[in-house]
C-alpha cells in the first residue's frame, strides 16, 4: 500500500521523468505500470498518467489510450475517491475517455509548442491542490502540439467555473484554449488534468531565470493528502 | 449474401470550433492567390472502410455504430458525414 501507479503506455515516454520526481524529490513510493498489467485503480493510492505520445497521437492525441482497458477502469477512482492525475498526453487521454470534460485540440498556431508559461491557480481543492492558495501562480513548461483546450459555454460556466481550474495568466496562452484553460478537474479536484508539466517544475535547478519550481505545488499536495486526506 | 461496402467517414470540426489550419489556406493560400470567390475552407480528417454487410445501408449502419461507441470522432468538438463512395 502506499503506492502510486504512473501507467505506461507504447509511446508514453515521461513516466521516468514523473517517476524520478515522485520517488526522489518527494519521497513517494511509485511503480511504473505497463497499461496491460494495470488491473484496477484498487490498492494504489493514486494515479498518474504521464505525458508522451501514446499510439503515436494517431486519430487524436489520446484518442487510442482512452479506449484501453486500464484507462476504461479508472471510472472506478471517482467512486473509490483515488486521485488521479494525467499531464499533457494523460490529460489528452482523460478528456477523451470523458473523465474530464472538454477536448483538446490542435495547437492555435499548427505547432509544437515548447516553453515555460505562468498559469493561476483558482478554487484549489482535493489532492492535488489541497496545498495551493486560490490566485496562486504556478510555473511550469508546456511542451505540445494540441493543447488547445474547447468547452462549450455552458458547460464552462455550470461546471468548470465550480470547479478547480489552472489557467494561463493572460497573454501567455500558448495554444489558443478557450478562456485560457491550461488544466481541468472534477469538482472535488480528485480527477486532475493539465497541459503544463508539473514534473519539469519540481526542482529550482531546473527553472529557467524568471521561474519557479511551480509544479511543487501539485506533489507536495498529493503527499499530504496520501498521508493526512483532504 | 453479403458483399463488400467502401464507406467513407469524413470528420470536421463542428460550427464554432475554429480550424487553424482551414484558416490559414483559406487566408494565406487562396484569397492570396486571387480566388476571392471562395469564401471558407474547413479541413477535416477522412477514414476509408471496407465492410462487409448485407447492403450499403447495413455497411452504413454497421460504420455509424462504430464511429460513436469507439468514438472515431469527438462529438464534443467534431460533426462526423458517413457515406457510401461511388
Known sequence: ?230 | MTSTYLVEVIITNKKGVRDPEGETIHKHLILRKGYASVQSVRTGKYLLLSVNALSGEDAIRIVKELCEKLRIYNPVVHDIEVRLRG
Open chain 1, 1 to 230: 500500500m502506499g503506492k502510486i501507479a504512473i501507467l505506461k503506455f507504447p509511446g508514453t515516454n515521461c513516466d521516468e521523468d514523473v517517476y524520478y520526481v515522485v520517488k526522489n524529490v518527494f519521497s513517494l513510493d511509485a511503480e511504473i505500470v505497463w497499461h496491460k498489467s494495470f488491473k484496477s485503480v484498487k490498492g494504489w493510492d493514486a494515479v498518474i498518467i504521464p505525458g508522451g505520445f501514446s499510439y503515436g497521437d494517431w486519430l487524436r492525441a489520446g484518442a487510442i489510450a482512452a479506449r484501453t482497458p486500464a484507462i476504461e477502469s479508472l471510472v472506478e477512482a471517482r467512486d473509490l475517491n483515488i486521485p488521479v492525475l494525467g499531464i499533457c498526453n494523460g490529460f489528452q487521454i482523460l478528456v477523451e475517455a470523458s473523465l474530464l470534460p472538454g477536448a483538446l485540440l490542435p495547437n492555435e498556431n499548427g505547432k509544437f509548442v515548447c516553453r515555460w508559461v505562468r498559469t493561476v491557480v483558482e478554487r484549489p481543492k482535493g489532492p492535488w491542490l489541497s496545498m495551493a492558495r486560490e490566485g496562486e501562480v504556478l510555473d511550469m513548461p508546456v511542451a505540445h502540439a494540441e493543447g488547445r483546450y474547447y468547452v462549450d459555454e455552458k458547460t464552462f460556466y455550470s461546471t468548470l467555473m465550480k470547479s478547480p481550474l489552472i489557467r494561463y495568466v493572460d497573454g501567455e496562452n500558448p495554444n489558443g484554449s478557450l478562456y485560457n484553460i491550461a488544466g481541468v478537474a472534477t469538482e472535488d479536484g480528485v480527477i486532475l488534468g493539465l497541459m503544463p508539466h508539473p514534473e519539469r517544475a519540481s526542482e529550482s535547478i531546473l527553472s529557467p531565470r524568471g521561474f519557479k519550481a511551480g509544479g511543487r505545488v501539485i506533489f507536495e499536495s498529493l503527499r499530504q493528502s496520501i498521508k493526512r486526506g483532504w
